[in-house]
């Protein structure tokens, strides 16, 4: 029998594994930020950043969004160094014919500061952040203090999406009727916006079996805060290895 997954993050999951059935109910909705003030001094930054920083897929595709927009030439991206949290990001930025010269050997923002700032040295160096508006601040506060001149680039939004009364009423029936086991977050925002659409009360009446899985400790820590027990965390904070820690829990 398949284990059934919600999946609330904006993207799609790749099940080439027979074992999963997964239902998408995104409950977080990506929009670039509007800001041309912001987008002019990115552009300028470009020209003499060091380093570029990916925290995430959201990033790499609304970056290159705003290089279209802007008419860049992407070849003068070349000699810049790029490093990435996660496999997935990593493999979105290849597909754009570009090098990532470091990814961390977990996806959390503290293990990314340790173990960037011991490949080289970061006094001086020009790095540039993008991130989401309502993202951590952690890795450009800590890289700044190590000395580097961190460029923080908000440029995404993530929102609540608008559901229709009556999509929301028929997600709340395939829970009440359990026909979910684990719902799957992929950020604070995730969790949050979850229980913000669906009700906080009425998910802690008709929860039953269904578990709660999380990617990393950021998001534990968020579904903890609203009152739930987060069951699965992966060792490695990626989609596979949530999955893989789904099937073996079973």
């Known amino acids: 029998m398949s284990i059934r997954l919600l999946n609330t993050s904006s993207s799609d999951i790749d099940i080439s594994q027979t074992d999963f059935e997964v239902i998408n109910f ?22 003499k950043a060091d380093w570029i920083i990916f925290p995430s897929k959201n990033a790499v595709r609304i970056f290159l969004e705003i290089l279209a927009e802007q008419n ?37 923002a503290e293990k990314f500061v340790h173990e960037f700032s011991q490949i080289e040295t970061l006094l001086g160096r020009k790095i540039i ?12 506060a ?12 908000p440029i995404y939004n993530t929102l609540i999406p608008q559901y229709e009364q009556s999509e929301i009423a028929k997600m709340q029936t395939l829970l009440k009727a359990q026909q979910i086991d684990f719902i799957l977050f992929t950020s604070p ?16 009446q008709h929860q039953g079996h269904i578990k709660l899985a999380a990617i990393g400790p950021v998001t534990k820590a ?5 009152g739930f027990p987060c069951a699965i965390m992966p060792d490695k904070h990626t989609i596979a290895g949530l999955l893989e820690e789904i099937k073996l829990s079973k």
């Open 26 to 47: 995104p409950t977080i909705e990506v929009m670039e930020n509007n800001n041309a003030p912001l987008v002019q001094i990115l552009v300028a930054q470009l020209a």
């Open 72 to 108: 860049y030439d992407r070849a003068k991206l070349k000699p810049i160094k790029i490093a990435s949290m996660g496999s997935s990001t990593s493999a979105l930025i290849e597909e754009q014919s570009l090098e990532v010269s470091f990814v961390p050997s977990e996806f959390v």
């Open 129 to 140: 952040l993008l991130r989401s508006q309502i993202g951590r601040d952690l890795i450009a």
């Open 142 to 153: 800590e890289l700044t203090k190590l000395g580097a001149e961190v460029f923080d680039a």
């Open 189 to 204: 925002s995730t969790a949050e916006n979850f229980f913000a659409l669906i009700g906080k009360e009425f998910f802690s």
């Open 222 to 226: 968020a579904i903890e805060s609203v």
